[in-house]
């Protein structure tokens, strides 16, 4: 999130002294923005031309200064390609590397508030909850969607204003490693672990593996920094003893035992949200949260602990909870007109391991059809499982049933692994791919229903949702 200033992002010579440049054409202008893309591109930002795993930036150096570039960041081995670039033209090594260097040097400038935020799953709706908490107490930076990996961190430091008073950072991982690298330019106050599970699990031996590569958060906080750990996770005393190691002093857990620092002593979760007893470091909190679901409620403590921690306005911050929705792909609602009356859409399908899963569909069985309606369940394959792939799909099926589904939809060559386990009475449809559901699923629709679509990215569950939502529109 960018705000808007009196001064520009990057003055010609900060940004010049940041990213160290090989060579300089001619002259640029002030940086009012940081863009690796020219098609969002607005005047006056500096475009990277970063070379990704589909595209190279390269390509598009002409058409970003067309768009109003105040400077073009291209590799100097490419120089002699952009001879034609007789002004807002620099070349660096690599261009990336630039990228992190503008990202640091953002860092060091900035005298707010950092806390980062990782986690197995619950990463993008804390970080999103978070720093909707924070803006009644000051100017907040936060990245947009989920850009929480090697160019997406350094981008959205990159992007921060100088006087940003919280500066909220996602860091994600594939593997082992690359949150050391990511921590290391972010710097955080305070460093957040939402939970640990078995997410990404085909790429590491062992559940514990993730945990110890989720720890890797510690590494990058600043002296006097805080870590901030949910004590409930099975992985709590390993975190807090990561975090010690680290040299960090101040270990603040959120969970529901009353020894947390940050504690539910109850609650009341409902189909439109949840009301929370909270106890906030001694003090006690009645908590509205307008985002339904157990693990929404959870994540919560961590964002009221963080929002405690950063010095910023706890009661302004629980106001906003108690209107903050959820965002898309992440338990975002959608009324269908249907021509039979009206449902509900669930959409969750932005990713999905085990957990997340099971979380979704205990949050759809809060649900209250109306009219008769039913519980519905469209699930695509879950990724990067691994070896335990088949069975952690086949487990699903307690969850399914505890939630009191009455329809299920499956797609993908992993779900048949459940769909052939699933009791007759639930079985709606299962197709090869996400494509093989829509028509089915909306023919099947009836008033009163309420449907939840959940899946990994790349078993292509956004489609379904954008079908549906094109198809009956309010």
Known sequence: MTFPSMHPLWSPADFIAAIAPLAQVGDIRPVSGISIDSRTLDGGDAFFAIKGDAFD???????????????????????????????????????????ERLGRAARARCKGKILAITGSVGKTSTKDALRKALEPSGKVHAAVASFNNHWGVPLTLARMPQDTDFGVFEIGMNHAGEIRVLVDMVRPDIAMITTIVAAHIGNFASIDEIAAAKAEIFEGLVPGG?????GDNEFADFLANQAKACGVETLVRFGSDASHDICLKAANYRA????????????????????????????????LAAVHLAGANVAAAMDVLGQHGATKGRGERHSLALPSGQALLIDESYNANPSSVAAALATLGLAQPQDGGRKIAVLGDMLELGEESAAMHGGLLGDIEASGVDQVYLCGPMMRHLWDILPGDLRAHYADTSGGLIARLKHDLQNGDVVMVKGSLGSRMGPIVADLVDTFKN
Do not use: W
């Open 57 to 99: 930036g390269h390509r598009f150096a002409d058409a970003a200064l067309e768009a109003g570039a105040s400077v073009v960041v291209l590799e100097a081995a490419q120089q002699d390609r952009f001879g034609h670039l007789a002004e807002r033209a620099v070349f660096v090594d690599d261009v990336l590397i630039a990228l």
């Open 272 to 303: 439109d949200g949840s009301d929370l007893d909270v106890c906030l470091f001694g003090q006690a909190l009645s908590v509205h949260l307008a985002t339904p679901g157990e693990h929404i409620a959870q994540n919560s403590l961590a964002v």
């Open 226 to 230: 805080v870590a901030l750990i949910n």
